[in-house]
């Protein structure tokens, strides 16, 4: 059975940092697409990071600088670091196994920038 599990989410203050996991079971992390999602209250979900089984890295244009999408294939394991967090980054964060025919999604995880 797939499993992508997130974690790291939390409340943090404008300007703060956290880091985002997605251990993943069932999927090697290497040979899918991996990205990263959020939605916010109201919002439709939207694309934030991603990279590519062969590496390939892109972001939304709002995050561009401050996020960053990588993988541990031996934890089998995708992260999202997130710096110079703004209030308007608070949202549900999702993790997304991705390749022809089968995608997976995780639970997600809120992350609260707020002062």
């Known amino acids: 059975q797939v499993q992508l599990v997130e974690s790291g989410g939390g409340l943090v203050q404008p300007g703060g940092s956290l880091r985002l996991s997605c251990a993943a079971s069932?999927?090697?992390?290497?040979?899918?697409?991996m990205s990263w999602y959020r939605q916010a209250p109201g919002k439709e979900r939207e694309l934030v990071a991603a990279t590519s089984a062969g590496g390939t890295t892109n972001y939304a244009d709002s995050v561009k600088g401050r996020f960053t999408i990588s993988r541990d294939n031996v934890k089998n394991t995708v992260y999202l670091q997130m710096n110079s967090l703004k209030p308007e980054d608070t949202a549900v964060y999702y993790c997304r196994a991705g390749r022809v025919l089968r995608v997976y999604w995780g639970q997600g995880t809120q992350v609260t920038v707020s002062s």
């Open positions: 069932a999927v090697t992390v290497s040979s899918y697409a």
